[in-house]
């Protein structure tokens, strides 16, 4: 029995596991940086930007993630051709 070709695969790629749990311990860094959490570890967390930068680079990141997601979905997009 094969799988139908709209069907999405049924694993996700180790990288964008990888990549969502940078993404959520990145985010939560930043967020701890915003309520004030690194000022005494290094003067550049200390600054008032740092937590937003970490929380951006978080979310892009997680964003990231659904990269290799999509390209297993258009590699057996071609391996299957309806």
Do not use: K, Y
Request: net charge negative; aromatic share 8%; proline share 10%.
């Amino acid at each position: 029995m094969t799988p139908e070709p709209d069907t999405p695969p049924s694993r996700i790629p180790w990288l964008a596991w990888f990549m969502a749990l940078c993404g959520t311990a990145t985010t939560v860094f930043g967020l701890a940086l915003m309520l004030g959490a690194g000022r005494d570890w290094h003067p550049l967390l200390a600054e008032d930007g740092a937590g937003v930068v970490f929380l951006v680079s978080g979310i892009a990141l997680a964003g990231s993630a659904a990269f290799p997601i999509v390209l297993r979905r258009l590699a057996s997009a071609d391996e299957n051709p309806q």
